[in-house]
């Protein structure tokens, strides 16, 4: 009987009767995956059943007198897609890597889903493919050290990761951290950037429109009455404005003037919003007010009680500004505090 790879789908012969009744364990020489073969219902092959099937009734379209082209649908059957590229999807939401899977193959690439994160990392070992996406809350491992133990392999770290990181996920080390990160919000429409900024995928052509429909005919117009002749009619009779005594008004009050206010300081000018420097910068933000948070969770939890989380949490904020200055040009900085601000959006949001 013929046995097939379930992943590099390599085709083996093999004897029904070293298989037993339960079946048995295959390696494959090609990618190391290990699976299962069952022996058949019956002594028949059953992997090859199309080989015993009647030929089926060849049509000559010469003599018959029906067209060729109305034997098929009108419709044309869009071309298929070809898959040039691989990739992992470690999602455990499973209508979320459904979502990523349809979206990855509409650009060409090939998706295998894999609800837990040290299996997605297993597979990555054996046969490292050309995208990894990496969902939150990954059971077995987490994304933060899956996207680590890749940085620090030489063979896996230049591949190329994207992550999908929920606000209260723990972040990651910033020197093995994924290419691009997006939030479960930006699903799926998000991948399409950083698809294009890592030249992975055909991006799809938009679908014409369907030809719109004719429009009504108009209603056929009733014939117009014949007009008739009004009667003529008196004048209106003019009447006269009664003479009302003439007051003089009062004097306007005057107007007093005042001086415009004197024009505020200039500040520095601050980043448009849209800016990609300005979202890394907020992203970095939110990864350092994570591990802050994280850290000191009972300290940060009676800041969010009593009302003054910055002064609270002040000797973290110096500690981590140092990095922060490292990372994030004094352009970007300047006019905007990243983390005060990140850290009172996480309080408000964790208010009672």
């Not at 802050?292 to 000797?315: H, M, P, Q, R």
């Amino acid at each position: 009987m013929i046995a097939r790879c379930p992943e590099c789908q390599t085709r083996y012969r093999l004897a029904r009767e070293k298989l037993g009744l339960k079946g048995a364990r295959i390696r494959c020489s090609r990618c190391e995956t290990v699976f299962r073969v069952k022996p058949p219902a019956d002594e028949e092959d059953a992997s090859e059943p199309a080989l015993k099937r009647a030929p089926m009734p060849q049509v000559d379209a010469s003599s018959s007198s029906t067209p060729a082209s109305s034997a098929v649908d009108s419709q044309p059957t869009p071309p298929a897609v070809e898959m040039r590229w691989r990739a992992v999807v470690a999602e455990a939401d499973e209508d979320a890597a459904k979502s990523i899977v349809e979206f990855l193959r509409e650009w060409g690439i090939d998706a295998d889903p894999i609800p837990d994160g040290g299996e997605a990392l297993l597979r990555i070992h054996r046969k490292p493919p050309d995208l990894v996406v990496l969902g939150g809350h990954l059971p077995g491992l987490n994304a933060p050290a899956v996207v680590e133990i890749l940085r620090r392999n030489p063979q896996l770290a230049a591949l190329k990761v994207i992550r999908i990181a929920p606000m209260d996920e723990p972040a990651g080390i910033p020197e093995f951290e994924a290419h691009h990160m997006l939030e479960p919000g930006d699903l799926c429409s998000g991948l399409a950037s950083p698809l294009r900024d890592l030249g992975l995928g055909v991006e799809p052509t938009p679908q014409s429109p369907p030809p719109p429909e004719p429009a009504p005919e108009p209603a056929p117009i009733p014939p117009v009455a014949e007009a008739v002749p009004e009667s003529p009619k008196a004048p209106a009779p003019q009447l006269r404005a009664p003479n009302f005594p003439v007051v003089d008004a009062p004097p306007a009050p005057e107007v007093q003037v005042v001086a415009p206010p004197p024009p505020a300081s200039p500040l520095a000018p601050q980043a448009a919003a849209d800016d990609p420097e300005v979202a890394k910068a907020e992203r970095l933000a939110r990864i350092i007010v994570s591990d802050i948070i994280l850290y000191n969770e009972e300290k940060f939890a009676a800041a969010v009680a009593s009302g003054a989380v910055a002064t609270a949490l002040s000797a973290e904020l110096s500690e981590a500004s140092q990095l922060f200055e490292q990372r994030v040009p004094e352009t970007i900085r300047s006019g905007r505090n990243f983390l005060v601000e990140e850290l009172e959006r996480r309080a408000e949001k964790y208010a009672p």
